[in-house]
């Protein structure tokens, strides 16, 4: 067929294995000596914030970013919308994908096998992948031969709505209400896995901050206990969210972190619990382990937790978020996505690559370097802002009860 000589020579997902280099000096930080004996609660430090609800002030320093992010800005601008947020976000794979989708598309009069090749190589450019690319490509082939499709704008609008029914199936909100077990109140656990530098860590602080926004009460856990850049940052966002951060000293059981965390949630009450993991893959069956302990240990204080896993990927990685994302899901049993980062890169067609191969929710989308710029995946506007049409009725709805 047409199109066969692009998969052909399109190369295969990234090879996990250049994940695995860039991590091979952390190889020495292995859990040792870890017991699943209950954690002595006491032997960690809980950073304990006023009561007072404070915003976020320009009087606080302005720390060095640990993980190769734009610093955040203190005071923001006024606030765009919702959609227009995401519309800006998305600026530079829109002129990547989509302007060159309309330049060989729009105004053609009739559809061949060279417009339909032209559109595969637009797709697979902007990294929406062999698998997404070769059903899309194929489901249009199909209409053009069934007469449904007559001309490039036809061609154009159905183009879209294959985009769009590739994601309908991952928007699904992140559930954050904290449940009841034997008339206790039970915080809702979340796991946030992911490589270092893909902006792990500052997505747990703008998280936090849209949850406290809906009223939750939200505690932290520095389960990233191999780097003591990853502790202190997450103790400025403990700062500036005004929250309370558990933390142990660099080097200390990331189990026992964590453990004492939840039982520190559990007694005060709180609603959600957030916490930060090693962000390492040089070793796969290492990184099982230590997950698998993780769940264990709090399993002895909730069998039902962790509630949510999430995966927060780097948009700009490309096809390389591909192979991140099949490790952590066999290792971490992953339940939902972060898509970080989207408006720095023109290879956003990622998100259909993902939702076409894992089928998982992809909770939020990153958009922008402001802590407003954290938003809740839309299919219908995720796609209506890459294109540049109007708003329809979607919701800004960030979780579910």
Do not use: C
């Amino acid at each position: 067929m047409f199109f066969k000589r692009f998969r052909k020579n399109t190369s295969p997902e990234a090879n996990p294995s250049t994940i695995d280099d860039a991590q091979k000096d952390n190889n020495n930080t292995a859990l040792d000596n870890v017991s699943d004996s209950n954690s002595d609660a006491s032997s960690a430090t809980v950073d304990a914030i006023p009561e007072a609800s404070l915003e976020l002030s320009a009087e606080l320093p302005i720390e060095q970013p640990i993980e190769n992010t734009p610093e955040l800005i203190e005071k923001e601008k006024p606030s765009l919308g919702f959609f227009q947020r995401i519309k800006k976000g998305l600026s530079r794979t829109s002129s990547q994908l989509v302007e060159g989708i309309a330049s060989v598309v729009l105004g053609k009069k009739h559809i061949d096998d060279e417009l339909l090749e032209e559109l595969e190589t637009q797709l697979l450019m902007a990294d929406v992948g062999i698998d997404a690319t070769t059903q899309i490509i194929d489901k249009l082939t199909k209409a053009v031969e069934r007469k449904q499709l007559s001309d490039g704008d036809s061609l154009y609008a159905a183009l879209q709505q294959q985009l769009r029914d590739l994601l309908v199936d991952t928007q699904a909100p992140m559930m954050t209400q904290p449940q009841f077990v034997d008339g206790k109140k039970m915080p809702m656990v979340t796991l946030v896995v992911g490589v270092n530098g893909v902006g792990k860590t500052t997505t747990i602080g703008k998280l936090t901050k849209r949850l406290q926004n809906e009223g939750k009460q939200v505690m932290l856990a520095a389960g990233d206990t191999f780097r003591a850049a990853a502790v202190e940052q997450l103790k400025i966002w403990g700062d500036r969210n005004q929250v309370a951060v558990v933390s142990q000293d660099t080097g200390a059981d990331s189990a026992s972190v964590i453990y004492d965390a939840l039982s520190s949630a559990q007694a005060k009450g709180i609603d959600v619990l957030i916490a930060d993991t090693a962000g390492r893959l040089h070793n796969k069956s290492h990184l099982m382990d230590e997950l698998a302990k993780v769940k264990r240990v709090m399993a002895k204080l909730d069998p039902n937790a962790p509630h949510e896993v999430l995966l927060v990927l780097d948009a700009g990685t490309g096809q390389n978020a591909l192979s991140q994302a099949e490790h952590f899901i066999k290792a971490a049993g992953v339940t939902g996505l972060v898509l970080t980062k989207l408006d720095g890169t023109a290879k956003g067609g990622i998100v259909f690559a993902l939702s076409e191969r894992f089928k998982l929710p992809i909770r939020f989308i990153g958009v922008g370097e402001g802590i407003d710029d954290l938003q809740p995946f839309v299919a219908d506007d995720f796609v209506r802002a890459l294109f540049g049409t109007q708003h329809s009725s979607a919701q800004n709805t960030t979780t579910s009860s």
